[in-house]
């Protein structure tokens, strides 16, 4: 039996309604219930900003989101470099000696469970540091971990549009006497600056949230954010774990809505460019 267009287009529209609440109401109802004034979580008795006050005063808490956003920041930055020399390596060079392997290699952290990771990671960074005395655990181990992990996410959304972009375009600029650097930094760097952007806000949202990984390597004096709001979720949340979070949504939700207009008008711009070289 047939059905209308009509039905399959509201039946469509409100499967998309109902995954979007399954994926954002608890987000909804953290901020909400930030405000709380009750102790008790679900429980609302009132307006009130004192878990935010509460929060200014929390030392520990204000330490580890410190330490989250430094390594958030280092992660971002080295997963972008290292995952695009590895995607330019996977694109550009198409045989060498292991490329089977490195490929492998560059995307099992994507398979691997992060326990796996991050205890074979503890167990090497530990023997080397008997064996040379460092790195001693802490923010440098945990920033490896999460490279290894965030190199991997970055080499894959890189990969992909190098795959797509037109060859050409290079080899006009080469055909035109540019040299190898200036083919990457004038024609290609801003071809997929777009994918760098996305490949950084996502390593660092990854790193950002980790706690596996940050489990196994962090050390004294050297526990970030997830790791505090984890160790406090054993024996009970406090409401001031509400209003962290709720800062943290609101810092990624303005920087997601800055980068989205930063390459919407970067689109813009070069779809501007392209019809004014047509027009010559």
């Not at 953290?30 to 709380?36: D, G, I, P, T």
């Not at 709720?246 to 070069?270: F, H, P």
Request: hydrophobic fraction near 55%; charge should be positive; glycine fraction near 6%.
């Amino acid at each position: 039996m047939a059905t209308s267009p009509a039905f399959n287009r509201w039946f469509g529209r409100g499967w998309l309604a109902l995954g979007f609440l399954f994926l954002y109401l608890p987000i909804v109802a953290l901020v909400v219930y930030s405000f709380n004034d009750s102790p008790v979580p679900n429980v609302w008795r009132g307006f009130t900003l004192k878990w935010y006050e509460a929060l200014l005063r929390d030392s520990e808490m204000l330490t580890g989101l410190w330490l989250s956003l430094k390594i958030a920041f280092l992660t971002a930055c080295g997963s972008v470099v290292l995952g695009t020399l590895a995607a330019f390596a996977l694109v550009k060079y198409k045989r060498f000696t292991g490329r089977t392997l490195f490929s492998g290699m560059v995307n099992a952290p994507l398979v691997m469970p992060e326990v796996v990771v991050g205890l074979s990671l503890l167990l090497m960074l530990v023997s080397v540091q008997r064996a040379i005395g460092f790195p001693e655990r802490g923010l440098t181990t945990i920033w490896l971990g999460h490279l290894l992990l965030g190199m991997a996410y970055a080499a894959v959304i890189i990969q992909s549009r190098l795959q797509d972009m037109n060859p050409q375009l290079e080899e006009a600029a080469m055909d035109l006497g540019a040299r190898p650097s200036q083919v990457f930094w004038l024609v290609t760097l801003p071809m997929i600056a777009q994918s760098l952007v996305s490949a950084w806000l996502l390593t660092f949202t990854i790193s950002l949230d980790d706690v596996v990984i940050s489990a196994f390597l962090s050390g004294p004096g050297s526990t970030t954010m997830p790791l505090v709001i984890f160790s406090r979720a054993r024996l009970g949340l406090n409401p001031t774990v509400n209003a962290m979070a709720t800062v943290i949504v609101v810092i990624v939700a303005i920087g997601v809505v800055a980068a989205s207009y930063l390459i919407a008008r970067a689109e813009r711009q070069r779809a501007l460019e392209m019809k004014a070289a047509n027009r010559a």
